[in-house]
Antibody
């Protein structure tokens, strides 16, 4: 059974860092594209970051709003995807979901349950 | 960036009735469109991809149609478990992948 479980969210001060983890089971995280999507009441669902599967050398993409501050990665030995979030801003406050996509498909066939990140002083 | 616009924002429907949800793209996305369902406190769930292909395990009462810029999700006979928020997402031009703002289907 395919499962994705996010962790690492919480309350953090502006300017600080946080690392989210997406622990997966039922598939090899290196064989799929992995994405982080966030959701806020005001902006809805927003794509954040994407890492391609190992056949595509794990190349990455970032939304303009997080480029230069967030880093996506994965550890195939642990079957975990990560989102390192640096220089956090209040507008990064959201529920963060990790998702799985078949390489080249573009749609997200499995989602984790989400983890809440609150950036506030 | 392709902007996805969903209408209506809220749809009030009685159980057993048909619901028709619309999604419009600011430019053509061919058939590269997916639909998701989200219930309170849960993650979105994939319903349809390729504009009209139902995902694994999705009941036949969910039908996606359209291509280019105009798309429709039809729920033929609403069941109690179908009251939720529905989102469309384009994956034709990326990055970024973009989502609509959602249509809430509520009980009339």
């Amino acid at each position: 059974e395919v499962q994705l479980v996010e962790s690492g969210g919480g309350l953090v001060h502006p300017g600080r860092s946080l690392r989210l983890s997406c622990t997966t089971s039922g598939f090899n995280v290196g064989d799929y594209a992995m994405t982080w999507v966030r959701q806020t009441p005001g902006k809805g669902l927003e794509w954040v970051s994407f890492i391609r599967n190992k056949a595509y050398d794990g190349t990455t993409e970032y939304a303009a709003s997080v480029k230069g501050r967030f880093i996506i990665s994965r550890d195939e030995s642990k079957n975990i995807a990560y989102l390192q979030m640096n220089s956090l801003k209040a507008e990064d406050t959201a529920v963060y979901y990790c998702t799985r996509s078949r390489e080249g498909s573009g749609w997200h066939d499995y989602w984790g349950q989400g983890t809440l990140v609150t950036v506030s002083s | 960036e392709i902007v996805m616009t969903q209408s209506p924002a809220t749809l009030s429907v009685s159980p057993g009735e048909r619901a028709t949800l619309s999604c419009r793209a600011s430019q053509s996305v061919s058939s590269n469109l997916a639909w998701y369902q989200q219930k309170p406190g849960q993650a979105p769930r994939l319903l349809v991809y390729g504009a009209s292909t139902r995902a694994t395990g999705i009941p036949a009462r969910f039908t996606g149609s359209g291509s280019g810029t105009d798309f429709t999700l039809t729920i033929s006979s609403l069941q109690s478990e179908d009251f939720a928020i529905y989102y469309c997402q384009q994956y034709n031009n990326w990055p970024p992948w973009t989502f609509g703002q959602g249509t809430k289907v509520e009980i009339k």
